[in-house]
């Protein structure tokens, strides 16, 4: 009986099988050995790759801003006079959003950062640049910088928040309690 050819992985194969992990049983389920078995190759294939694991969780971490922030440029891009309905659509994109794997990743690196100050500090800039994106927008529509600010924060508490929430058994029209906070958020 011939043996089923070898997979070769490139380091990009490791981090995206690793974000899968992360998004099923957060950092702390990230085992070198799991990862291997669940990609079907060996421990070998993650050392040509990567010193430790502390490297691929680094990886992952780098990946994971890199791609937030590209995110939420891509999604807050404004032409002058079209602010309002940049924020619109942004709080759209992250209210509605049922994309529970990405949802699943932002809790668990946001639990990681909790005890892992490197990790903080990567959660704290991918904040900054959320909140300073928005406020961008706010000051286009003429707030002050305070108000701009405030209404950054309280944009992505709401988004953040839906979507971290169950409301299913809760008797509500979610478009329509949308529409209702997104006037109140950008008004």
């Not at 078995?37 to 060996?42: A, C, D, F, H």
């Not at 992952?60 to 999604?75: A, C, N, S, Y």
Request: glycine residues 6%; hydrophobic residues 50%; proline residues 2%.
């Amino acid at each position: 009986m011939e043996k089923p050819p070898r997979i070769a992985l490139d380091r990009n194969a490791w981090i995206h099988g690793a974000i899968d992990v992360v998004a099923a049983d957060g950092m702390d389920g990230l085992r070198v050995e799991v990862l291997a078995k669940k990609l079907g190759v060996t421990k070998g294939s993650f050392y040509w790759h990567f010193k430790d694991r502390r490297d691929l969780v680094d990886a992952v971490l780098d990946t994971w801003r890199e791609g937030r922030i590209r995110d939420i440029r891509k999604q807050t891009a404004a032409e002058a006079g079209a602010e309002l309905a940049a924020l619109h659509h942004t709080i759209d994109v992250y209210a509605a959003a049922k994309n529970r794997k990405g949802i699943a990743i932002e809790a668990a690196i946001r639990m990681w950062a909790r005890q892992d100050a490197a990790t903080a500090a990567i959660v704290e800039d991918v904040d900054a640049t959320r909140l300073d994106c928005t406020r961008t927008l706010f000051l286009a529509l003429g707030l002050s910088d305070a108000e701009a600010k405030a209404r950054s924060v309280l944009l992505y508490a709401y988004v953040f928040g839906f979507s971290m929430m169950q409301c299913g058994k809760f008797p509500m029209d979610a478009a329509r309690t949308r529409r209702w906070i997104m006037e109140r958020i950008t008004q």
